[in-house]
């Protein structure tokens, strides 16, 4: 169910200021569906960087930054696209922290968002095609593209000693472009992957899917799939036919749910998920312990939805302006500077840096920097799991 939830509301005016004016912003992504045990922590952690912007009274005209939930379902292009339409033509947002998932983000981008000239500042969606897809300047990811996880994860297989790799994905938008990128990632280094099978979530049953996996064999099953999904049945069948007892992970399979679902048989396995180990990443993970409404800054895209509301924010701050087409094109700016280093908890502080007319550089949270076509350059973290537990390794 799509909610209206108003971030914190500061009140306080700027000379010359008449009176406040609430600025509505959207957050799309699927507080139902195949990530929904991540999306609570995604979404608390934006309006979050919102209640701060409003606290500190520092926006100019008065600004008020108000949340506007909807719920894009990950998996559902049009049920994402009436969210987001009912967001522009309803609710009157001026942006869009969203979407989330790959293939819902391009059928919004394609069907509101350029049609209606809104801003979408997508924290999760990774699939190489967006990269290259038609956005007129609208559309920006604080989350790296899937072809450089490929790369991460073919040099974490080889390193490990891996030979041979089963590789199922989902049957979605994020699981071909992931699992095109390991595949080849993986061969060019001299692996070789003795299956590339989709599966589809939503299904009660993956024997099939596991038989077929299993007859092919690998020193391993890489798992493309989403953790409250089609991933987790797969694993979950595999283990329960012996076909294969480790698993690599990726983002999509990353997540508290997980190994709280599979239990200690989950031990042992291995992969990587978009994460920074920036100097802003051990703040904002303080900050959403202490705040009103907490949220975990470690849980995969939180820091970069945090990092995508600050965006937005601050690009308006610097053009004076709530029209997407005239802050839309400050966002490489204020991400990639040159300026004063801005981190997590210092939006108000950029915002008065801004008025007085001096550059920053936002790293955020996540260590920002876009690049190419408005993208995070991208770290990430190697972990093991441990006791049920993300361990990290180290950062890449």
Same mark, same amino acid.
């Given at each position: ?216 064999? =690998? !020193?391993? +099953?890489?798992? @493309? ?5 089609? /991933?987790?049945?797969?694993?979950? %069948?595999?283990? $329960? #036919? ?12 990353? =997540? !508290?749910? +997980?190994?709280? @679902? ?5 031990? /042992?396995?291995?992969?990587?998920? %978009?994460?920074? $180990? #920036? ?118």
């Amino acid at each position: 169910m799509k909610k209206l939830l108003l971030a914190s509301a500061a009140t306080a005016l700027i000379a010359g200021a008449a009176s406040a004016e609430d600025v509505k912003i959207g957050i799309l992504i699927g507080f139902t569906g195949p990530i929904e045990s991540l999306t609570g922590h995604m979404a608390n952690a934006a309006e979050a960087a919102m209640a701060e912007v409003n606290a500190s009274g520092k926006a100019l005209n008065g600004w008020n930054f108000v949340s506007v939930r909807g719920d894009s379902t990950c998996v559902d292009s049009a049920a994402a696209t009436t969210a987001a339409e009912k967001m522009v033509t309803s609710d009157g947002v001026k942006g869009i922290i969203g979407g989330d998932c790959s293939g819902v983000t391009g059928a919004v981008l394609q069907n509101v968002a350029r049609p209606n000239g809104i801003v979408m500042v997508s924290p999760s969606a990774t699939s190489p095609a967006l990269s290259t897809a038609e956005d007129d300047g609208l559309f920006f990811r604080t989350a790296p593209s899937d072809a450089r996880e490929g790369e991460v994860m073919g040099d974490i297989l080889v390193e490990k000693g891996v030979k041979s790799i089963a590789l199922t994905y989902s049957n979605s938008d994020y699981g071909k472009g992931l699992a095109e990128s390991i595949a080849a990632a993986f061969t060019a280094k001299g692996g070789t992957v003795t299956i590339n099978a989709a599966h589809e979530d939503g299904k009660s049953d993956y024997s099939a899917e596991v038989a077929a996996l299993a007859a092919a064999g =690998g !020193d391993l +099953l890489v798992v @493309a799939g989403y953790l409250d999904q089609g /991933g987790k049945g797969i694993i979950q %069948a595999s283990l $329960d #036919s012996g076909a294969f007892t480790q698993f690599g992970l990726p983002g999509g399979m990353v =997540g !508290d749910s +997980l190994p709280l @679902a599979i239990g200690p048989a989950l031990d /042992g396995s291995y992969g990587q998920v %978009a994460q920074s $180990d #920036s100097a802003g990443a051990a703040i904002l993970a303080e900050m959403g312990k202490a705040a009103a409404t907490p949220y975990d800054a470690t849980s995969p895209y939180t820091m970069e939805s945090y990092d995508a509301a600050a965006l937005i924010m601050l690009a308006m701050q610097a053009t004076n302006s709530t029209d997407p087409k005239v802050y839309g094109p400050k966002i490489m700016d204020i991400a990639n500077g040159p300026g004063e280093q801005i981190l997590p908890g210092q939006l108000g502080k950029a915002l008065e840096l801004i008025a007085a007319g001096t550059a920053i550089d936002y790293d955020g949270a996540s260590g920002v920097m876009l690049v190419g076509a408005g993208e995070s350059a991208g770290r990430y973290k190697q972990f093991e799991v441990k006791g049920g537990v993300y361990e990290t390794v180290q950062f890449r």
